[in-house]
């Protein structure tokens, strides 16, 4: 069984930035990545990276703030979240699997991490 343990969620002001990770142990050649829950809204994709950390891949909404990053698979997977919006207020949910695509979640789950973007 893996397990996924994600970190960094929070409050912010709208403008700010904040960073998430997550470390998957057994750590492995998965494709790892975020989808999100805010309430009363379905879970959707936010970004993934594959297990070379190269070929990132985004939601059309938060390209060009979020940046997602992976230096090898034995070390945490970021993601980076500038210029937060109020709508990006979600718990964050860490994903990972041998195949993980933004229309079909990988098979671990993290706990999910809560964001919130309020002035």
């Known amino acids: 069984q893996v397990q996924l343990v994600e970190s960094g969620g929070g409050l912010v002001q709208p403008g700010g930035s904040l960073r998430l990770s997550c470390a998957a142990s057994?750590?492995?050649?998965?494709?790892m990545g975020w989808f999100r829950q805010a309430p009363g809204k379905e879970r959707e994709f936010v970004a993934r990276?594959?297990?070379?950390?190269?070929?990132?891949d985004y939601a059309d909404s938060v390209k060009g703030r979020f940046t997602i990053s992976r230096d090898n698979i034995n070390d945490p997977m970021y993601l980076q979240m500038n210029s937060l919006k109020p709508e990006d207020t979600a718990v964050y949910y860490c994903?990972?699997?041998?195949?993980?695509?933004?229309?079909?979640?990988?098979?671990?789950w993290g706990q999910g991490t809560q964001v919130t973007v309020s002035s």
């Open positions: 057994p750590s492995g050649f998965y494709t």
């Open positions: 990276i594959d297990y070379t950390g190269t070929s990132p």
């Open positions: 994903n990972a699997g041998l195949t993980m695509m933004s229309y079909h979640p990988g098979p671990y």
